[in-house]
């Protein structure tokens, strides 16, 4: 996952776009168009032009034509390998409860370059049980387990209490990046990759956005 | 939810730091402290000490005073204010399926000034159970109990080809904020308040960390 070759420094909010380029782009492949211009890109998606146009030299390795635009299978192709979708990486998820449960099962992370190749629990009724596919594994063999599939990617869904441990354990058995759904800050040695998603956090922004709206139309 | 009397200028990030604070100062208050230092939070979620000082700096009444610190009682009650944490905000869940049921139990949005009031789905073997202690309800009712129920808040959790069709009707029911857990831009009036939450956008970013980690090390 990832280029290796070549990484340039480009900004987060220039990735996080680049997985909406390449589900636009699949979307106008399969109504069978050949070519776009980021003018239509930019007006679909509603993000301003100028933005677009800078996010896709950053990946594209053919410059847009003037008039004509650009070849979308190759913007698919230059994202696809930008983002490391080409080569999938394996994966553990700790937390087979309810959000482990639906992370597993989200629209294909496959698609995504991240391939989950087993679950782990502390809960009884959960071990050895499957799902979305993917067997869960008692808790207690997680540093052992992730060492021997050599996985480099762990998802933490576990209780916030739990987390901590559950990242020691993970980073212990060789995963290099850990995708925290728990929400607590953890500590890690700072050549471990981390993203963070605390709902508590979005939800926090989405309501003064709301208050901001309602207090503006008072 | 939300502070309307006094809406400041404040960013993003400050407003997604406070959720934390407001964590840890809990933990710290049940642990029974009563004063606490901006250097001691700081040190204590890894965070720059300056930039805990200005954010306390925006959501405190009252400046830390030097070698005592904060009071922890007043800089939650502080945080509480800013977020509306007090004033509980009624929001209705539209697809009940594994992402929506995760939600419905993540550790407690009511602590966080969201009372999910009502699920929908479209599916029938849904319609009629019980999630999370919350009624779900069939699809079809979703504009007419929306209003009803003067709910504003409105949370996504259907798969992208349905998202779109369920935010029209929860803006025709009056919904003034879309929390968006569907992999798709959803168009809205510029008056409704939306936060998007892309699982695809968040691993593109940690992938080109762990890419990144892994390139310096060679």
């Known amino acids: 996952m990832g280029n290796n070759q070549e990484i340039k420094n480009v900004s987060k909010a220039t990735i996080g776009r680049l997985p909406a380029y390449h589900r636009y782009l699949k979307e106008r492949q399969a109504a069978g168009e050949m070519t776009i211009s980021s003018t239509a890109i930019a007006e679909d998606l509603h993000l301003n032009a100028v933005q677009v146009r800078k996010d896709l030299a950053v990946i594209s390795s053919v410059a847009g034509k003037p008039k004509l635009g650009f070849e979308v299978e190759d913007l698919i192709e230059d994202i696809n390998k930008f983002l490391g979708y080409d ?85 212990e058995g060789g995963v290099r990046a850990i995708w925290n759904f728990a929400p607590v800050h953890l500590s890690l040695p700072t050549n471990i990759a981390v993203k963070n998603e605390d709902m508590a956090a979005s939800l926090a922004i989405l309501s003064k956005r709301l208050a901001e709206i309602l207090y503006s139309e008072k």
């Open 87 to 171: 080569n999938v990486t394996d994966a553990v998820l700790v937390g087979a409860g309810g959000l482990g449960s639906a992370l597993v099962g989200y629209d294909g992370f496959r698609n995504y370059g991240l391939n989950i190749v087993a679950a782990f629990d502390t809960d009884p009724m959960l071990i050895d049980t499957v799902i979305g596919g993917i067997k869960v594994f008692d808790a207690q063999e997680l540093s052992k387990l992730v060492r021997r599939l050599n996985v480099l990617i762990g998802i933490i869904a576990v209780p916030r209490g739990a987390a901590q441990k559950v990242a020691d354990e993970l980073v």
